[in-house]
């Protein structure tokens, strides 16, 4: 009988590869961007939607497989998708930003993204990155563990994917027009929504309440995502504790808590135990507003978590019984900072991690709001910021300006020059008492420009994030595109490198890709830059980065093919 000379280590090999490739797929999905007529609060508009969905679809991969989206918008404005906290390795034209990492599919276009999922596990999401778009154009995107391993926890029974947004009674791109014009905060929003729907505190909205079923003794997953323009949210069950399990599509070490608290952008998975009477219960979100004197809106989302063996509710609702009214849970005072606080300071990894112990690059970066002095040429309709102003915001005292002939990205591919420059500070141009009661009013007009931070490839970089009380203190969710970062600290006040490095986790601290800091405080992310690109950075609270709360970081190839950006696609939008 002949035998075979092919070498036994390189068939495990090649067994072992055509093991990935099958446990490995492509996920081709295809949205449709379309206006859609949508009823809430007893009022009917069009909104736009993808494939006339709101929210849109919820996509499902596992770690390690690969989504190609073909994005067709047929609606009247322009539009990107961004990939909340994917991490793009190679694939910056992926990442959606519009004007950053591609120009804006026209009325009429297409693009189709294409990107792998790395080493990430847990709930992101995806949404609109042009405009106010992202008001109805969003959805989840859910990353199962592979298909050989687990969760690092026992496995629910029930899984359940709860997306916290907002809702104008207006066209949202009208509400962020109208501001633009005046030079005013925008209109606040009408309604918080669970899934889309109000939820019954609100009118017209009885009957689309979202009903969560669960069986007694049952244990649920719930991914909650806050989709919100520009309120960070508490959210709670009645009566139920919540274990906290994962956030931002990395596991946790468990921790119980009443009530979470996500700042827009934010994701956090909890676990649910039925262990309570047979009942329907509230869960509920409303907002977290840390802004003093700030204008907000202060309803109250629900949606309802139900027994199946409820008495109201075991056989249907039976002719003749009225449904009792769901149990309500206590929520925090809307300005409870101290629990925002205790929540925060929970986050622990669960899984080894390495974090930078020494630093290439860094950099401090003071985050608010600013006043712009009304041009001449403006008449007073245009400045109706405080005291005759236009409102803006900075970081470093620099309001991003994003082009318009060109991406960023584009721009540093095929190196034409003009549209940005790299100089944007490492730290801010004067020192101050950021935090205090009376700074000069010399520090409320930032200076304009697209300034990108470059970085080298492999570099180690840490960052302090430096709330400031220019106009108002407020918590700030920070958003880095591309990667993922190490929370290693959090404090209030202005940062003391003497005294505030000792407070530094270096162990097990939460990896993120959005860190909500504090109002009047700080925070310390690390992460190494080993992703080539242009990566945008920016508050999540969709206000602020219309008004410049932005920069973008250039990062170098590295060496070789594994460490350098990839080829533009061949359908890539162009200005």
Not at 290 to 304: E, G, L, M, R, V
Not at 315 to 325: D, R, V
Not at 375 to 397: D, E, I, L, V, Y
Request: hydrophobic share 35%.
């Amino acid at each position: 009988m002949a035998t075979s000379s092919f070498p036994s280590s390189l068939f495990l090999l090649c067994s072992l590869l055509s093991a990935s490739l099958v446990l490995s797929e492509v996920h081709h999905h295809d949205f449709v961007i379309q206006e859609t007529p949508v009823k809430r609060l007893c009022k009917t508009q069009n909104v736009i939607t993808v494939n006339g969905m709101f929210p849109g679809p919820t996509l499902e991969v596992n770690n390690g497989d690969t989504l190609v989206v073909k994005v067709v918008n047929r609606a009247q404005h322009n539009v990107t998708i961004h990939w909340h906290g994917v991490r793009q390795m190679r694939t910056g034209w992926a990442d959606g930003p519009e004007f950053v990492t591609q120009c804006p599919i026209r009325p009429g276009n297409s693009y189709t993204y294409r990107f792998t999922i790395q080493g990430q596990e847990g709930t992101l999401w995806w949404h609109a990155h042009s405009s106010w778009l992202r008001a109805t154009v969003y959805g989840a995107l859910l990353i199962h563990p592979p298909p050989a391993s687990s969760y690092p926890f026992p496995k629910p029974d029930r899984q359940t994917t709860l997306l916290l947004g907002e809702w104008w009674n207006a066209n949202p791109i009208d509400v962020l027009k109208e501001a633009i014009r005046t030079g005013a905060a925008p209109n606040v929003s009408d309604a918080y929504t669970v899934n889309g729907q109000p939820g019954d505190l609100y009118n017209c909205s009885n009957q689309d309440t979202i009903v969560v079923p669960t069986g007694s003794g049952e244990t649920s997953l719930i991914r909650v995502i806050n989709s919100a323009m520009n309120q960070p949210l508490f959210f709670t069950v009645a009566n139920h504790k919540l274990t906290v399990v994962g956030a931002d599509a990395s596991y946790l070490k468990p921790f119980s808590t009443n009530v979470i608290m996500l700042g827009p952008g934010q994701t956090t998975d909890v676990l649910l135990t039925a262990d309570q009477p047979p009942n329907r219960y509230y869960m509920a979100a409303r907002a977290y507003q840390s802004a003093q004197n700030a204008p907000f809106d202060n309803t109250t989302t629900t949606a309802i978590l139900q027994y199946k063996s409820s008495p109201c509710c075991s056989n249907g609702t039976a002719k003749g019984i009225k449904k009792t009214p769901p149990i309500m849970p206590f929520l925090p005072a809307f300005n409870d900072t101290n629990s925002v606080t205790s929540f925060s300071g929970k986050f622990r990894s669960l899984r080894d991690i390495v974090v930078p112990k020494e630093i290439d690059e860094s950099l401090f970066f003071t985050i608010g709001l600013g006043l712009d002095n009304c041009p001449k040429s403006f008449p007073k309709s245009r400045c109706q910021g405080p005291n005759g102003t236009r409102f803006t915001a900075s970081m470093n005292n620099v309001s991003f300006v994003l082009p318009s002939n060109f991406s960023l990205l584009q721009a540093h591919s095929k190196g034409i020059p003009g549209v940005f420059t790299t100089d944007f500070p490492a730290k801010p141009p004067v020192r101050f008492d950021f935090t205090g009661n009376n700074v000069s009013r010399s520090l409320f007009q930032p200076v304009r420009g697209t300034k990108l931070y470059k970085l080298k490839y492999g570099s180690r970089v840490q960052i302090v994030l430096q709330d400031t009380s220019i106009v108002t203190p407020e918590n700030h969710p920070i958003h880095l595109h591309g990667y993922d970062f190490y929370i290693v600290a959090e404090g209030f006040g202005n940062f003391d490198p003497k005294k505030d490095t000792s407070k530094f986790n270096l162990v097990d601290p939460p990896l993120r890709n959005t860190v909500a800091v504090p109002v009047n405080g700080w925070a310390v992310i690390r992460f190494v830059a080993d992703n080539p690109g242009v990566w945008l950075m920016h508050c999540h609270l969709d206000v602020h980065i219309s008004w410049g709360l932005a920069m973008a970081f250039l990062v170098d190839n590295g060496s070789g093919e594994l460490q350098t950006l990839e080829a533009p696609p061949e359908d890539l939008p162009v200005c």
